[in-house]
């Protein structure tokens, strides 16, 4: 090998170096966002009203029921309509849940998007791929 071809090489070889570096140093940027956002997910409580205000219902981000709170008069109404109520109330949390959620982790998805993946530098490399198909639910979950 001549000097001409050891230099070509030495090139080649810092110019995928550099391109590695810049896509770990996006990962830990995501890697730190996305700590945040689970944070942001865990602490999630999104509450909804009844069109009546015979009940309030609290979710997590989740959309799972947390908190259910009933007014003094829905001790009044019929069980039917004090069962639409807290079903109204339920339904509008977790509608409430799935937005702030998609608001939460949009900037996230969107930024995986533009990074290349790391098994592609990398065979053992975890895929950045996958994290993004698990937030938009097509991924295993």
Same mark, same amino acid.
């Not at 570096?21 to 990962?27: A, G, Q």
């Not at 730190?32 to 609290?58: I, P």
């Not at 949390?93 to 982790?105: I, K, N, S």
């Not at 791929?129 to 639910?137: A, C, K, N, T």
């Given at each position: ?5 050891? #230099?070509?090489? +030495? ?12 896509? *770990?140093?996006?990962?830990? +940027? ?6 945040? !956002? ?19 219902? !609290? ?7 947390? #908190? !259910? ?5 829905? *001790? ?23 937005? +702030?959620?998609? %608001? ?8 995986? #998007? ?14 950045? +791929?996958?994290?993004? %198909? ?8």
């Amino acid at each position: 090998m001549d000097r001409w071809e050891r #230099e070509g090489l +030495r090139s080649a070889n810092n110019g995928l170096r550099n391109q590695i570096d810049h896509v *770990m140093d996006d990962f830990e +940027r995501q890697r730190d966002k996305l700590g945040e !956002v689970f944070t942001q997910l865990e602490n999630l409580r999104l509450q909804a009203t009844s069109q009546d205000d015979l009940a309030e219902v !609290v979710v997590d981000g989740s959309g799972v029921v947390a #908190e !259910v709170r009933l007014s003094a008069a829905a *001790m009044r109404s019929t069980p039917e309509q004090l069962g639409r109520s807290i079903t109204e109330a339920a339904r509008a949390a977790a509608g409430l849940a799935a937005a +702030r959620v998609q %608001d939460l982790t949009a900037e996230l998805t969107a930024d995986l #998007e533009t990074l290349p993946d790391l098994p592609d530098f990398a065979p053992e490399a975890p895929s950045l +791929r996958e994290v993004r %198909d698990w937030f938009r639910g097509t991924g295993p979950q």
